[in-house]
């Protein structure tokens, strides 16, 4: 029986449609329509192409509560990394590269007010730029309206590490460049531009504490952490209502010793956010690990909470060390599931999550995901939001906030209960034949790609199931937006035989949930793989590992898949550059699935190909790299190994390592004509965590790895 062309469809094609939904190509596949589109005359034949209802996300069972929108009337904002307040109805909120803005303290706000600009002196490379703000604990009160920002300027051997104030004469609504006051400008020593400004908070105390990272590379060689005389590494503490430009409090513990009498706490390697318990008055932490391990910290003064002589409960260099005298984390976790950043957050005293009453709320901004502290003192994560979260805020009323670097300010909410579990067997997810589930169900849409992944020389394929109705969004920069209910899928075959299968779903905006299924060496059907990953012991070599939920999420949690972008589908053309009907994004386009402009994005060269070196192995990187090293990445990494950028752009070549250099001298992230001393070739060549990419292959590529030197050896310098 014929139907009509729903308006989902119509409102994605030409005028003249006469697209229809066909009858069902299989009675017995139950929720499968065909898009057909019958073109204008002179115009590509005809396209079909099948929609499934049958595959479709489900939610994680695990998800306590979910990040929505708190101002959904708010402009975006450009990577937004703190917030404090309200005060007289304000929020405040500071942009990364140097803004200070103000919006009001209501759901409908939808203005943001400028009130400062540091844009001209904050330097925002690698994780620097504007990063802490905190208000005056009377701010609005006897006059009292100064506002303390944090931030890393230019100038200095490398840059310097700067908190100043800035006072409003009318209740917070400005703050005239006049009333500035330099309250820290410490001088940065160190090339590598991580682990520099911090957080900034008041204490119940009514003193000012400013965090500082050890402003080093991986295991902080110099020991800045543990130095006392040094700022880096460390909490200060000062009281900014007496002096010039503060006093030093009587209660602070290193004085009348050979220390710089401002620290309150020691041995951290990047406090990057902390905050007081509002009922209590306890100082807690979250302090960014290195290889191995992220830390909850609860500071007192004079604690020395280990860097870099221990990492969590474990000792940095992975020998024996002296402990005496260093303050045990409350809590650790493991960068197992791609976790590798963490981001404290604030002991919960809201109403509208009583499963979280007292508990400690955080975030590890590589996965996107958010933890509470259970009974045990072991996080137990709450949710999976998808977001770049940079800082938490608490509203009067003890709710939370998220600031997601992204551009939005969201609110811890409950999450509604999952409709549906994750199916145990792939065959009864929906996604493929029931009877046999090595073939995809009908309306799943195969798609190749250009430069593939490299999974330790695994074969795939690769499929979109999009919700029945819906289309996907085609941006300008070649990426796709998959509707809500939409899953990717990924079959891995090795030697001919079904090693694995991965679902990745979208089951809210902006969230993904992972599900990987191991085949059974019969291949008659595969089965879920629990949350923490496991691995097979024989039939392959190395033996195949099945990736935690967690690393999933460590790539595929930017609204953004692995593969599926203009630049690496088919995008074959006539000779006057139109697309032939039947490439993969015009046929797509021709059922209705798209929405959005194709845009002029240069397809990626396959490396096997004929292109020159350079552009077969920036391809390489690509495919391989970028997604985690561009911006919005799930690294602060500064580095760009999209195919587009150039490599002047790239902060590649010549660039000095911020994640170490491995131990060899001289070492560069690229260095012109020397493969041995560019860490981009050695770490594709390195076994265990100094691995790149850091999850999924186990192999070297030995001839992605060849062609990478290869564009290497015959670069003659840096642009």
């Not at 204008?40 to 479709?56: F, H, L, Q």
């Not at 304000?90 to 540091?118: M, Q, T």
């Not at 200060?236 to 401002?262: C, I, K, T």
């Not at 811890?412 to 996604?431: D, K, N």
């Amino acid at each position: 029986m014929l139907r009509r062309c729903p308006i989902a469809l119509l409102a994605g094609l030409v005028a003249s449609c006469t697209g229809e939904i066909l009858s069902d190509p299989c009675p017995s596949c139950p929720g499968t329509v065909v898009f057909q589109h019958h073109p204008p005359d002179g115009a590509a034949p005809a396209v079909t192409e099948p929609v499934t209802s049958t595959c479709r996300a489900v939610a994680p069972p695990d998800d306590l509560v979910e990040a929505r929108r708190a101002f959904p009337r708010l402009p975006a904002l450009d990577e937004p990394v703190a917030l404090a307040g309200p005060v007289n109805r304000r929020w405040y909120v500071i942009e990364r590269r140097g803004r200070v803005r103000w919006f009001e303290a209501r759901p409908d706000a939808d203005r943001l007010n400028e009130v400062a600009d540091l844009t001209a002196e904050v330097d925002p490379e690698g994780d620097a730029g504007l990063v802490g703000v905190a208000l005056h604990p009377r701010f609005g009160q006897a006059g009292e309206g100064r506002l303390f920002l944090s931030y890393t300027a230019l100038g200095g051997t490398v840059m310097r590490s700067r908190v100043i104030s800035l006072g409003s004469p009318d209740g917070g609504a400005s703050f005239p460049a006049a009333s500035r006051r330099v309250i820290f400008d410490l001088d940065q020593t160190n090339p590598w531009r991580i682990h520099l400004n911090g957080d900034l908070r008041f204490g119940p105390d009514g003193y000012l504490y400013a965090g500082f990272g050890d402003g080093a590379p991986m295991g902080d060689p110099d020991g800045h952490a543990q130095d006392p005389r040094d700022y880096r590494g460390k909490i200060l503490r000062v009281d900014v209502d007496h002096g010039d430009p503060y006093a030093v409090p009587a209660s602070n513990p290193f004085l009348d010793q050979d220390a710089m009498p401002e620290v309150y706490a020691l041995g951290f390697r990047n406090p990057w956010r902390f905050s007081f318990d509002a009922r209590t008055g306890e100082l807690w932490a979250g302090d960014v690990g290195a290889y191995s391990w992220e830390e909850i910290d609860r500071v007192s003064a004079g604690a020395n909470l280990g860097w870099s002589i221990r990492e969590g409960n474990h000792c940095a260099a992975g020998t024996s060390c002296d402990e005496a005298g260093l303050v045990a984390p409350v809590a650790e976790y493991g960068h197992d599931n791609q976790a590798s950043a963490v981001v404290g957050g604030f002991v919960y005293h809201g109403a509208a999550l009583p499963a979280l009453a007292g508990r400690y709320v955080f975030a590890d901004f590589s996965r996107g995901d958010v933890f509470a502290l259970d009974a045990q003192w072991r996080p137990e994560r709450i949710a999976r939001t998808g977001r770049r979260i940079t800082s938490f805020a608490e509203e009067p009323n003890g709710e939370l906030l998220i600031v997601d670097l992204g551009g939005e300010i969201l609110r811890l909410e409950p999450a509604p209960p999952p409709a549906e579990l994750v199916a145990a067997l792939l065959s009864q997810t929906g996604c493929f034949q029931a009877l046999d589930p090595r073939q995809p169900a009908p309306g799943l849409l195969p798609y190749e790609v250009r430069v593939p992944f490299w999974s330790d020389g695994a074969d795939k394929t690769r499929y979109l199931a999009l919700p029945e109705g819906e289309r996907a969004t085609l941006r300008a920069d070649g990426q796709f937006v998959l509707p809500v209910g939409s899953v990717l899928v990924k079959q891995f075959q090795l030697g001919g035989r079904p090693v694995e299968t991965r679902l990745m779903m979208k089951y809210r905006e902006s969230q993904w949930a992972g599900y990987s299924y191991a085949w059974d060496p019969s291949g008659t059907d595969a089965r879920l793989v629990p949350e923490a990953g496991e691995a097979v012991l024989e039939g392959t070599a190395p033996p195949w590992s099945y990736p935690s939920r967690g690393n999933c999420l460590g790539c595929h949690n930017q609204d953004r898949a692995l593969g599926l972008e203009v630049d690496q589908l088919d995008l074959d053309t006539d000779p006057a550059g139109n697309l032939r009907p039947t490439s993969t994004l015009a046929r797509w386009r021709q059922a209705g699935l798209i929405e959005g402009q194709v845009p002029a994005i240069a397809r990626l060269p396959r490396v096997d190909g004929k292109a020159p070196l350079e552009q077969r192995a920036r391809a390489y990187l690509h495919a391989n790299c970028s997604i985690c090293h561009a911006p919005g990445g799930p690294t602060p990494v500064d580095l760009d190994l999209r195919f587009a950028t150039s490599l002047a752009g790239a902060h590649l070549c010549g660039a000095a390592p911020e994640e170490g250099d491995l131990g060899v001298a001289g070492a560069r992230r690229l260095v012109p004509g020397d493969p041995g001393r560019s860490l981009l070739a050695l770490r594709m060549r390195a076994h265990g965590r100094d691995h790149m990419p850091p999850i999924g292959p186990q192999l070297v590529d030995d001839k992605g790895v060849a062609l990478v030197e290869a564009w290497i050896r015959q670069l003659p310098q840096c642009p």
